[in-house]
């Protein structure tokens, strides 16, 4: 058990449609990475934040969207979904600076858009 | 850009051989980390190397970091079934930024 959460687990939805996912932070690291993962593929960085503020960002479309709350727990919005768009939803965290750039990974978020 | 080229993509082997994974950049990382991952799983870390030329060994495996800390390898002794799986490299630079390489595919036949 790595300490990082994310919700749901799977979700299946529809083109259009607009979902958001759900990473808690191992406890006492200040920063939340996600990274998109589609089938037999590596990871691909989307967007990273520390403290609540956006620190760096990837191949991230216009379409989604990310922001850290006050209590560390993050979110990433997927809107206008379309089938693409169907990949394994990763958040990391690692803890803040000096970092080693050792990176805590969840179990991930399944999104099947039909 | 910075880049991180893993080799083999593939690697399918008989239960009981060694095998060696490459990871190779252009760029100097202040430190390189392992992940293995599993099917429908996040990636786990296995090491962190940080100094050129660092051996670590986590019993059947071996890392080591090249001595400029652009490139490292991962050798796996007398490999089993239960070491199946997506072996991905992570070079990180300061600041936050680290790269992943493609990843590994490694497949053990019992």
């Known amino acids: 058990d790595s300490g990082v959460t994310q919700t749901p687990k799977h979700l299946i939805t529809a083109t259009g449609q607009r979902v958001t996912l759900r990473c808690s932070p191992r406890?006492?690291?200040?920063?939340v990475y996600w990274y998109q993962q589609s089938l037999d593929q590596g990871l691909q960085f989307l967007i990273q934040?520390?403290?609540?503020?956006?620190?760096a960002k990837g191949n991230i479309l216009e379409r989604f969207s990310a922001q850290q709350f006050p209590d560390l727990h993050s979110e990433l919005n997927l809107s206008s979904l379309e089938l693409g768009d169907s990949a394994l939803y990763f958040c990391?965290?690692?803890?803040?600076?000096?970092?080693?750039?050792?990176?805590?990974f969840g179990e991930g978020s399944r999104l099947t858009v039909l | 850009t910075q880049l991180l080229e893993q080799s083999p993509q593939f690697l399918s082997i008989q239960e009981g051989e060694n095998l060696t994974v490459y990871c190779n950049s252009s760029?100097?990382?202040?430190?390189l980390q392992w992940y293995r991952q599993e099917p429908g799983e996040g990636p786990v870390l296995l090491v962190t190397?940080?100094?050129?030329?660092e051996v670590k060994k986590l019993k059947r495996l071996t890392f080591q970091f090249g001595d400029a800390r652009k490139d490292s390898s991962l050798h796996i002794t007398a490999a089993q079934p239960g070491d199946t799986g997506l072996y991905l490299c992570?070079?990180?630079?300061?600041?936050?930024?680290?790269?992943f390489g493609a990843g590994t595919r490694l497949f053990v036949k019992a």
């Open positions: 760029s100097v990382f202040s430190s």
């Open positions: 406890s006492g690291d200040l920063s």
């Open positions: 990391a965290s690692s803890e803040g600076a000096p970092n080693t750039g050792e990176l805590f």
């Open positions: 992570a070079g990180y630079s300061g600041g936050f930024k680290t790269i």
């Open positions: 934040y520390y403290n609540g503020e956006e620190r």
């Open positions: 190397v940080v100094t050129g030329g």
